[in-house]
């Protein structure tokens, strides 16, 4: 794990998830805030917003089989005996 490129690689899926994660959110708070203030999106909009979302879930999901995979082949690479206690 020490390598900088197994280090580089799961900085960039961490920080990649954490960024489709925090989209969503944003996106989730948006949509709150306005229906909180009454106004209630167009049929249209709506679609959009579905659309949009169901987008960032499949990013979020397909981000979060590329961290299993790589945390997968950072642990394959260990010496046997770095995880014992």
């Known amino acids: 794990m020490n390598d900088p490129v197994d280090i580089a690689i799961a900085f960039a ?8 994660v925090v989209m969503l ?3 989730v708070r948006a949509l709150a805030r306005r229906w909180a203030q009454g106004a209630a999106p167009a049929a249209g909009e709506l679609d959009q917003l579905r659309s949009g979302m169901l987008r960032l879930e499949a990013e979020v999901s397909e ?11 950072l642990a394959r690479d260990r ?3 770095l995880l014992d206690g």
Do not use: N, Q
Not at 63 to 73: I, T
């Open 13 to 20: 899926i961490i920080a990649s998830t954490g960024g489709g």
């Open 25 to 27: 959110g944003l996106l």
């Open 63 to 73: 981000l979060h089989e590329r961290l299993d995979f790589a945390e997968r082949v």
């Open 79 to 81: 010496p046997a005996g």
